[in-house]
Nanobody, 122 residues
């Protein structure tokens, strides 16, 4: 089993910055992908960014140039540096990890954190 613990959310004014962290613990051989999703009131959950074990990244168009995802494989931790925040970035941000738990495992297991609230005031 794997647990994801998010931290770093909070209140910030428009134009400010926050850094989210997500640490994975449990039975882990490798984490193939770690990513951040968000869900605002009345909207569907959407991808913000993700990063693979070899460092390949992908960003949603609405955060390109403002957010940076990074990963520390030794700590099984993913970060999301959020700069130039806008009120429309207000949402619950969820950490996601696709985990291979052991040698010989044929499937990846999908885990989600509980979410951390990001609120950007105007």
């Amino acid at each position: 089993q794997v647990q994801l613990v998010e931290s770093g959310g909070g209140l910030v004014q428009a134009g400010g910055s926050l850094r989210l962290s997500c640490a994975a613990s449990g039975t882990i051989l490798t984490i193939n992908v770690m990513g951040w999703y968000r869900q605002a009131p009345g909207k569907q959950r959407e991808l913000v960014a993700h990063i693979t074990s070899d460092g390949s990244t992908n960003y949603a168009d609405f955060v390109k140039g403002r957010f940076t995802i990074s990963r520390d494989n030794g700590k099984n931790t993913v970060y999301l540096q959020m700069d130039s925040l806008k009120p429309e970035d207000t949402a619950v941000y969820y950490c996601n990890a696709k985990v291979r738990p052991r040698v010989g495992a044929l499937l990846l297991y999908d885990y989600w954190g509980q979410g951390t609230q990001v609120t950007v005031s105007s």
